[in-house]
């Protein structure tokens, strides 16, 4: 798999939290469907790469790229998005979604990305990438903490 450069920034923050701090929420609850997603492989790669310096950091910032951003476009396309990243993984929320096929389809989607592009060819090594997916159904609580500069979710 060729490694390509991207020219869009995503937001840092989902949308649900921006507007909801703009409105002075800062605590609720709604119903929702999750996806987990863990990526195997990314941190022997990930260590393999932190020992050539910074080309090696250049290098893994790209196959981040790479890996990241068709994903994350499926969860948009599908009507979610990422709450939460935890290194190589991530949490993503479909709020009042009742099209449970369409949650699954997205996950299928994702899944056909890793096998179509699971291997990544680089200066410094070949590495396989596979991908790990849980889906859930409930509550999420969420909230806004912090002092008036300085916030989290």
């Not at 994903?71 to 990422?82: E, K, N, P, S």
Request: glycine share 8%.
């Amino acid at each position: 798999m060729a490694i390509k450069q991207t020219t869009y920034i995503k937001n840092l923050i989902p949308n649900f939290i921006e507007e909801n701090l703009n409105r002075k929420i800062y605590s609720g609850a709604f119903n929702a469907s999750t996806l987990f997603l863990d990526i195997s492989g990314f941190t022997s790669m990930t260590e393999k790469m932190m020992k050539k310096g910074k080309e090696g950091a250049e290098i893994l910032s790209s196959v981040i790229n790479e890996v990241f951003d068709p994903v994350i476009d499926t969860v948009y396309a599908h009507g979610g998005f990422i709450s939460s990243f935890a290194g190589d993984a991530f949490t993503a929320l479909f709020v009042d979604c009742s099209d449970h096929l369409s949650i699954f389809i997205c996950s299928k989607k994702i899944e056909k990305l890793f096998k179509e592009n699971k291997t990544f060819n680089t200066k410094f090594g070949k590495f396989n990438l596979h991908v790990k997916i849980g889906l859930s159904r409930g509550e999420v609580e969420w909230g806004i903490i912090g002092l008036k500069k300085h916030k989290a979710y």
